[in-house]
């Protein structure tokens, strides 16, 4: 198959493109390295830099697409909450623009990369699909409107439609930004270096964390599983996780105690987030298949990555 990675250079994108390259497949990317880097992709894959909301760029890059996965976003909760416009313009014009560019040119299927945070606080767990969303940052409210553009045009131009709401992913070589660093390769790196991290809160909020390689494996069978057609499907672990359990795991995988520091003055956010998976395995057969534990293992022995 032809695919076109959005935001491929990313975290998540550059794991997905790289597996699809080693299975035989043609990938072009298309990023403008806002936060992603190019060093880590395959030599195979066909990087292009640019802006997901360029339409004449895209149109070039549509050219004998068979799937599109729409990865390019920003993607901070508490820098929405700073840049809300810009959030809008990226993560909801990127999805119109691609929309719009795929009319044109005539692609089959696009996939999006959805999140978990669009359920927020929910008054059970773990969380379905039909939840009512409950937003409480920009970042997502403009998935849930990039989902709901997403689905709109794809009905209307008659395009295939799938979003993943992804929960925690995390794995080797995701970024470790100085202004909202994602808490498993953060704390690594803390524990690894001077051995004290702070945690948010008392530390019993829990989450959902999944391994990049099951994100990778269910964006790839949502490209060309049946049934799918504008579905939203969780993808997760389907564990919870809390954040001082997440420490524990750490501690024994490195073998060094940590000194943890409790900042209660700053919330830990929701208290609870985890995955119901049953859309996803009736769906996709989607089964994730690495453990915290292996997962953490696998994230210690990558070099941490900084911007
Ligand atoms: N990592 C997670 O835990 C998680 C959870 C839920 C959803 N997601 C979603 O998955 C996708 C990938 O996330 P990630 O963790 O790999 O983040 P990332 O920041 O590593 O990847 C996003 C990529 O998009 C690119 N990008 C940003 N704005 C762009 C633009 N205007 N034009 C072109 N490219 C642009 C960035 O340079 C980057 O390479 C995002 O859509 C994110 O919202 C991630």
């Known amino acids: 198959m032809r695919y076109l990675i959005t935001g491929g250079a990313g975290f998540i994108g550059s794991h997905l493109a790289n597996t699809l390259v080693r299975r035989g497949h043609a990938v072009r990317i298309l990023d403008d390295l806002s936060s992603g880097e190019r060093e880590h992709l395959d030599a195979a894959v066909s990087f292009h830099r640019g802006d997901v909301r360029d339409l004449p760029k895209i149109w070039s890059l549509l050219q004998n697409v068979d799937c599109v996965f729409h990865l390019a976003a920003r993607v901070s909760v508490s820098e929405s909450i700073l840049f809300p416009r810009d959030y809008n313009d990226v993560n909801v014009g990127g999805t119109v623009s691609l929309m719009e560019a795929m009319r044109v040119i ?3 299927r696009v996939v999006l990369a959805s999140s978990a945070t669009i359920y927020g606080e929910q008054p059970r767990q773990p969380v379905h699909e039909e939840m ?5 940052a920009p970042y997502a409210v403009s998935k ?3 989902e709901h553009y997403l689905f709109t045009l794809g009905r209307l131009y008659g395009i295939e439609t799938v979003a993943l709401r992804i929960f925690n992913a995390y794995g080797p070589g995701q970024t470790i930004s100085p202004s909202h660093p994602p808490v498993i390769p953060h704390f690594l790196h803390q524990i690894l270096g001077q051995g ?3 945690i948010h809160g008392d530390g019993n909020q829990t989450r959902d964390f999944v391994y ?3 994100v990778v494996e269910a964006l790839i069978t949502a490209s060309n599983a049946k049934w799918v057609n504008r579905q939203i499907i969780n993808i997760g672990s389907g564990e919870e996780t809390s954040i ?3 420490v524990e795991v750490m501690e024994t995988i490195i073998g060094k105690k940590a000194n943890v520091l409790y900042n209660d003055q700053q919330s830990g956010g929701i208290p609870r987030l985890v995955a119901d998976l049953g859309r996803a395995r009736r769906l996709l ?3 994730p298949k690495t453990t915290l ?3 953490i293992r696998e994230t210690t022995t990558g070099t941490p990555r900084f911007r």
Request: charged residues 20%; aromatic residues 4%; without cysteine.
């Open 244 to 246: 001082n359990k997440l």
């Open 144 to 146: 849930i409107a990039a």
């Open 196 to 198: 004290s991290v702070v």
């Open 212 to 214: 990049v390689d099951d």
């Open 106 to 108: 005539g692609v089959k």
């Open 285 to 287: 057969g989607y089964l």
């Open 293 to 295: 534990v292996e997962g």
């Open 132 to 136: 009512t969303p409950n937003p409480l």
